[in-house]
């Protein structure tokens, strides 16, 4: 598989698991519905600013864009345990945080 319907599949995978349509995605993105579904199609490539953009949009590390499912042997169930343990382990460093700040004072 090419690199452009890797980071496509990418893409896709993780902005259904973001529950976004390619409207809203695409919205989010400022681009086309047609880009953002010719780059989940691996017709055509990001740039790298856009590659940056999607990353942050959808909250993923942009190297996890572009790795293939026989590398990761991820599948929806281990996305879906990923983005809960992100969740879990951001409101743990928010609590840290905030108990930090508050005994500094």
């Known amino acids: 598989m090419d690199v452009?319907?890797?980071?496509g599949n990418n893409v896709h995978e993780y902005r259904k698991l973001k529950k976004l349509s390619q409207?809203?995605?695409s919205e989010k993105l400022e681009i086309s519905i047609k880009h953002l579904s010719n780059i989940e199609t691996g017709k055509?490539?990001?740039?790298a600013e856009l590659i940056e953009t999607i990353a942050l949009v959808l909250n993923v590390s942009v190297a996890a864009l572009f790795y293939s499912a026989e590398e990761?042997?991820?599948d929806t169930s281990d996305f879906q345990?990923?983005?809960q343990i992100i969740e879990?382990?951001?409101?743990k460093a928010v609590l840290t945080i905030k108990n930090r700040i508050h005994t500094e004072k």
Do not use: P
């Not at 452009?4 to 980071?7: A, E, L, P, Q, Y």
């Not at 055509?44 to 740039?47: E, G, I, K, N, T």
């Open 23 to 25: 409207e809203q995605l």
């Open 4 to 7: 452009k319907k890797i980071f």
């Open 44 to 47: 055509v490539f990001a740039s």
């Open 81 to 83: 345990r990923i983005e």
């Open 72 to 74: 990761k042997s991820f």
């Open 88 to 91: 879990e382990e951001s409101a």
